[in-house]
């Protein structure tokens, strides 16, 4: 049976004290690069795995994050806490996730239970604009991480896509195909991802000297059912529009059918941007919609790297964007779009 390397077998093939050893693989205490690298290459090669109850001693740290998440099985959180917790894992630090599934009583409670652990940080993974200012009600000693578009204050660490940037390239993707009657189809007003795609949005507009169809936004909810009605106002007001960009890609898919409906081609007639890349993994080769995939698993990933930093007393607060990659699809660039394309 072959022995397991200490860190003292560490420490004395790399040629340097037990104490710089310990420091260099904690990330702990002042240790040159150089030294630091050497360190960790050496535990690399001997196939170290440090001991963390006696790391936790040495440095008084845990090595345990609190991963606290409204709703784990959504659609916003599951890719956020999969990034993050792959991110943790690979750095040898272990989660605790709590999924408060919606319910505000539950949510205190797990505040409550994360500040009676001895933890380094928290990550919390959620889009309720209440749940910021509850969490950092609790004043916790340890740093707090928000992976979210809700949480913005300059005193907040925070990761979010950047819904911005989503709104301002989908106006440009529209206005450079020629489109001049643009509608924006969105969620409820004042959600903070609605409210920030929408002045990206605006703010291409009008560097292009166009003005938003329909008077402004339409604002509703993520539901396809409100791409459908959406759509039957957008037919019924009489305004010409010739393109939409849609919240979610469940209004677009609302829009397109009702559309189809009544003879109307899409993107022939009217072109149509969606958002959060719904159809990945059961879209035809041919990518039918024109969307945006927010990276969440990136937003998770960066913002547990950051929660790691923050534990390191590195970093400063403030909101990290990271911008959705865009995809353009058959619903703004053709050919015409038949129903069973996305139905």
């Known amino acids: 049976m072959t022995k397991r390397a200490s860190m003292s077998d560490v420490a004395r093939a790399a040629g340097v004290s037990l104490t710089t050893a ?34 936790s001693f040495v440095t008084g740290r845990s090595f345990i994050v609190g991963v606290l998440a409204e709703a784990a099985q959504g659609r916003f959180s599951m ?10 894992g690979r750095e040898n630090i272990a989660a605790v996730t709590l999924d408060a599934r919606g319910t505000p009583r539950r949510l205190n409670d797990y505040l409550k239970r994360l500040r009676s652990r001895r933890i380094d940080g928290i990550l919390v993974v959620g889009d309720d ?76 507009m009008e560097a292009a000297g166009m003005k938003t169809a ?22 019924a007001n009489g305004e010409p529009v010739d393109a939409i960009f849609a919240a979610n890609d469940e209004i677009a898919i609302g829009l397109f059918a009702e559309f189809h409906k009544h003879g109307i081609r899409v993107p022939d007639d009217i072109a149509i941007v969606g958002y959060d890349n719904r159809l990945a993994g059961v879209r035809r080769p041919d990518d039918p919609f024109t969307t945006f995939d927010p ?35 058959r619903s703004t660039a053709g050919p015409t779009l038949e129903p069973y394309d996305v139905l």
């Open 22 to 55: 310990s420091r260099a693989l904690g990330g702990v205490g002042r240790v040159s690069a150089e030294t630091r690298a050497k360190v960790i290459e050496t535990a690399e090669r001997l196939q170290f795995q440090p001991d963390m109850i006696a790391r």
């Open 79 to 88: 890719p956020l806490i999969v990034g993050a917790t792959d991110l943790l």
């Open 129 to 204: 604009p209440n749940r910021a200012s509850l969490v950092l009600s609790e004043d916790f000693a340890v740093p707090v991480v928000f992976a979210s578009s809700s949480a913005t204050p300059e005193t907040d660490y925070v990761v979010a896509p950047d819904n911005r940037a989503a709104g301002r390239i989908a106006a440009e993707h529209l206005i450079g195909l020629g489109r001049r009657h643009i509608a924006h189809v969105t969620a409820a007003v004042h959600e903070p991802a609605v409210d920030a795609r929408a002045a990206g949005f605006a703010e291409a």
């Open 214 to 235: 329909l008077g402004g936004p339409l604002y509703g909810s993520y539901l396809q059912r409100w791409g459908t009605d959406a759509a039957e106002r957008i037919m």
């Open 295 to 329: 990276q969440l698993i990136t937003v998770g990933e960066r913002a547990a790297k950051r929660l790691l930093a923050a534990i390191g007393g590195d970093g400063e607060p403030g909101v990290e964007y990271v911008e959705p990659k865009f995809i353009v699809g």
